[in-house]
């Protein structure tokens, strides 16, 4: 079955936003395989990321994603890469629609990079890369 990574980023964990961010992937109909409250190191950011190194927001999110624990969660489903990046909003959360995660959960703090409270893989290939990185006994 279809698999993806999420990651509730460290102002969801911090806002206690941990909870209802699954509940809202569960009542999707989506079953959670894994879930773990990791510390990020540089090393799996840096893969994680890679597609964004040389951007402007690139070392804020860094730095951003190692100021606290991030929650990693693979959910499975059919379709489940779309319908949690639909879950999810733009990532923007000032732009992001009410009804979403960003949306519902999120708002401009005026910080140097976008807290958009969680991750979710875009493609198939992206989710396998990203399960192997975060659980690499998946
Ligand atoms: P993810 O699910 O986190 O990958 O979000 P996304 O796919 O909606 O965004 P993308 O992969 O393009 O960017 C990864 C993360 O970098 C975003 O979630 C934001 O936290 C941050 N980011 C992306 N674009 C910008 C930007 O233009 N400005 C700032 N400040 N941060 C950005
Ligand atoms: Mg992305």
């Known amino acids: 079955p279809e ?34 409250l990791k510390n990020a190191t ?17 070392a804020p999110l860094v730095e951003f994603m190692l100021s606290g624990p991030v929650l990693a969660v693979v959910a499975e489903g059919q379709g489940v890469i779309a319908g ?11 732009a992001a629609l009410p009804g979403t995660i960003r949306g519902d959960l999120g708002r401009d703090w005026g910080l140097k990079v ?3 409270l969680v991750h979710g893989s875009d493609s198939v290939e992206s989710a396998e890369r990203e399960i192997g990185l975060w659980f690499p006994a998946l």
């Open 3 to 36: 698999r993806t990574l999420v990651l509730v980023k460290p102002d969801g964990v911090r806002r206690g936003l941990s909870g209802e961010i699954l509940r809202r992937i569960e009542a999707k109909g989506y079953t959670l395989t894994a879930v773990e």
């Open 42 to 58: 540089p090393e799996v950011l840096a893969a994680h990321y890679a597609e964004h190194e040389g951007k402007p927001f690139y």
């Open 84 to 94: 949690f990046r639909s879950l999810a909003g733009a990532t923007d959360p000032t």
């Open 114 to 116: 976008q807290q958009n």
